[in-house]
Structure formats: C-alpha cells, structure tokens
C-alpha cells in the first residue's frame, strides 16, 4: 500500500492509540505468540507486535473479554486467565512491549520504540460481584474497565439484553464511584442508553465509549445516538470509533440479519456443556461466530462513522478502537490488520482535517482522557 507523504508523516509522528482489541483470546485458546510475525490468513489473525510496528500503532488497549458460556460461575476465574496471559505476553517479548497504565507510560514506551500495552476489564461480570475483585483488577494493570457485555449483568443493563435495572443497580453505582476512586476509566461500550446516561451523571471523571459507533449511520443498539455522542463529550469523554463492518455499515448489516439472522442473540444463552468442555466451546465460538461471506463495505465507511462522531461529539472527543483482532470478522475493504492504520490517516488527511486534528483522532483524545480520569483518582 503506498500512503501520500503528507500522511505518512502525520502517521509516524503522532501515537496512535488503539482502544480495543480482542487479541488475548487469541493467545489464551490458540496459544498465539505475538512476538512473532504470523504467517497466516490476515483476515484471522490481524495483529501481532512486528505488525503492530508495521502499521505505526504506538498503543494499544488489549480486553480481558469473558465470554457468557462462563457465566456465572466461572466468570472470574476466566479473566484472570487472561490477565495472566497478557503478563506473560509482556515478559515474553521485553524488547517489543512495555506495560502501560497511563498517558507517561504510553510516552516512555513511544520513546523506547515498544509497544504500550494496555490492560482493560470488558464486562463487569468478571468482577463477581465484588468490589475487591475490581480493586485487584486494577492492582494488576487494569486502567479500564468495559461495564458490561452483550448480557445484562447483576448491577448494569446492556444493550443487547432485557433490561433489569433501567440503568444501573445501586451497586453499579458503587462500582463506578470505586472506578473513579482508582483512576480506572468507566467504558460504556456496550451498556444501555440508559446506563450510558446514568454513568455519565454518577461519574466525577470524564467516561469513555472505547469501541463504539454511530447509530445514525447504523442503527444497531449498541452503537450510541447523536445525543448520546454529545454527552460524553460534554463530560470530556472520547468515544473510539469500531472497525466491525456489522456497526459501521447498515448495508451490510442488514444483509447478515437476512443471510445469517441475529447469530450474536445466542451469545447470550446459558452454555449446553459441561465446565471441562467450555475452553473448547470458546475457541469454537471465537472463530466461528463472525464468518461471513459477504463483500466487505467501502472503507469510506469507516471514515464516515469518523466524521459523523466528529460532527457530533467534535475533534476533541473521537478516536480509534479498531476491535480488530476477532477471526473473521467482517471489516471494510482494504483494512485487513493493524498494518492498515496508516490508510485511516491517509483518509482523513484527504477528506481535509489538519494535522492536529488527525493527531487528536489518531491518539492524543484517548491519551488525555486516560490522564484526566486518573488525575482525579483518589489513591495512587
Ligand atoms: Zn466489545
């Protein structure tokens, strides 16, 4: 791919921040090593720390994601799987990576030519419930977490899921003040416009949406409407915007509903097998559940859902959170893995935003916010 100089050199000054990726199931049910190049299919394995550097991605968010077959019982256990294996990414691999809490961690490992990685909790289910749990969490990295999933859970409505709570539970609320005590980012990806709304008002620190889209230009529930666009950006948030074709496109979304029907509702059922058997449930269901064989939307696309969150949430509140490294799933033409980062500033670059603004979408709006909410953190 051949990227005009203009962009390339806006690229490789700015940090790129991702805000979600998935890539730790990957190296929890495959075993993947990061630190090596994979030699695979792209479009399954997307990213990897010589790739990462290919495509000049400075930082990145990786999620402690547990699938709802392991709820509720082994919800917790499931994340610390993953946390373990994120640490033993990072020890593995000292001269590509380096642990990154916050906005000066994220700039010393730029400095040192690694990779910031960045530890998130998605779904507060994998707290079990327990406020100890969450303070260990963030003990152990964690400067995010990603309030629910695709299921309402015991204190927070999801947006793919009845409601139980209009919102939040009062002890959702308490897990947000505790959030906010820490310094960790409340992530309303994925929660109900009411919950959305509610964490906004309960929070002292300013909130994130780490991989979400518009609903205007796909209406999908968990994309966020114009309104709510605007309100996490009058409490200082950034919404990252996600590279899954089924929330960026209504065209393609439309037509999985017709050829596959709403297969993401079962991810919500209770799991058929018994707990011996759920690792391999999982890793049956990472692979399988996004394929698809349907043309991949426009690239334009992506840059669509960017300059509508823009227009609506303005420059200082919009960024990137690719949600990328699922196998198979859908993302628009040309945008295969983290080497294609520098095609999203080179469109931005030609549909006329400045420099400066591309260096706030690309990383610098998720950089402040991570340095706001832990300025206001309690404990450090
Ligand atoms: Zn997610």
Redesign the pocket.
Same mark, same amino acid.
């Given at each position: 791919m051949s990227i005009p100089s203009e962009a390339a050199a806006v690229h490789r000054d700015a940090i790129v921040f991702d805000a *979600?990726t998935d890539s730790l199931q990957r190296v929890l049910v495959s075993g993947d090593d990061l630190g090596q190049r994979t030699g695979g299919d792209p479009l399954v394995e997307r990213g990897d720390f010589p790739r990462f550097r290919e495509g000049g991605v400075n930082a990145q968010v990786f999620?402690v994601?547990v699938d709802t077959i392991f709820l509720p019982d082994h919800g917790v256990r499931r994340a610390f799987q993953q946390i373990d294996a994120f640490h033993r990414m990072l020890e593995a691999n000292p001269d590509a990576v380096a642990f990154a809490r916050g906005r000066d961690d994220v700039e010393a490992a730029v400095a040192g030519g690694k990779l910031a990685a960045l530890l998130s909790i998605?779904g507060g289910d994998a707290i079990g419930g327990d406020l100890g749990i969450l303070r260990i969490f963030h003990r152990l990295g964690a400067s995010s977490m990603?309030l629910c *999933?695709s299921r309402s859970t015991d204190w927070v409505d999801s947006s793919t899921d009845e409601p139980r709570w209009n919102g939040l539970s009062g002890f959702g609320v308490e897990v947000l003040r505790e959030m906010n005590r820490l310094g960790m980012a409340i992530d309303v990806? *994925?929660t109900s416009d009411a919950a959305v709304r509610q964490a906004i008002e309960v929070s002292r620190a300013p909130v994130i949406a780490s991989?979400s889209n518009c609903r205007a230009l796909c209406d999908h529930p968990r994309n966020l409407s114009d309104e709510l666009l605007a309100a996490i950006a009058e409490c200082g948030g950034v919404v990252g915007i996600n590279f899954y074709s089924g929330f960026l496109d209504q065209a393609y979304r439309d037509l999985f509903l017709e050829t596959y029907g709403d297969v993401f509702a079962g991810f919500n059922q209770p799991p058929t097998v018994p707990r011996e058997e759920l690792e391999d449930l999982a890793r049956e269901r990472l692979y399988q559940i996004g394929k698809d064989d349907l043309p991949r939307p426009p690239f334009e696309t992506l840059l669509d859902q960017i300059d509508h969150a823009v227009e609506h949430a303005g420059i200082d509140h919009v960024g990137l959170g690719g949600?990328l490294d699922l196998p198979h799933m859908s993302t628009p033409a040309g945008l295969d893995d983290v080497t294609a980062y520098p095609l999203i500033t080179a469109g931005l670059v030609d549909r006329g935003h400045s420099r400066e603004d591309v260096v706030k979408i690309l990383g610098e709006n998720f950089l402040r916010v991570l340095a706001d909410v832990q300025s206001a953190a309690e404990v450090s």
């Open positions: *979600h999620a994601w998605e990603t *999933h990806s *994925h991989h949600d």
